[in-house]
Nanobody
């Protein structure tokens, strides 16, 4: 399994970015996917999760209403649309594949087994 995240960059507060994560080596639609982030000196935290079909999604309270997770199973890709970005959103963002096949999503780090390399998002004030 390989996960390749992209789309990070430098943006001003209030701006938008869309992260992408291309997956290979798995039956993509069978697995929930998630996005996590890690800021300097902090633990990695859940940002958003999506079920294999895309029918169930969840976002952390800190990003709810600003971030949207989606997936295109035909392209084996999961996305994170980030709007109204704030300086506190600055972090390395990681995509991850769920450990087990499920029709739901997961919110804990331990429920994911493969991780992308991370993409840096920096929001300037």
């Amino acid at each position: 399994v390989q996960l390749q995240a992209s789309g990070g960059g430098l943006v001003q507060a209030g701006g938008s970015l869309r992260l992408s994560c291309a997956a290979s080596g798995l039956t993509f639609s069978s697995f929930a996917m998630g996005w996590f982030r890690q800021a300097p000196g902090k633990e990695r935290e859940f940002v958003a999760g999506i079920s294999g079909s895309g029918g169930y999604t969840n976002c952390a309270d800190s990003v709810k209403g600003r971030f949207t997770i989606s997936r295109d199973n035909a392209k084996n890709t999961v996305y994170l649309q980030m709007n109204s970005l704030k300086p506190e959103d600055t972090a390395v963002y990681y995509c991850a594949k769920a450990l087990t096949r499920s029709s739901y999503y997961y919110t804990s780090l331990g429920e994911y087994d493969y991780w992308g390399q991370g993409t840096q998002v920096t929001v300037s004030s």
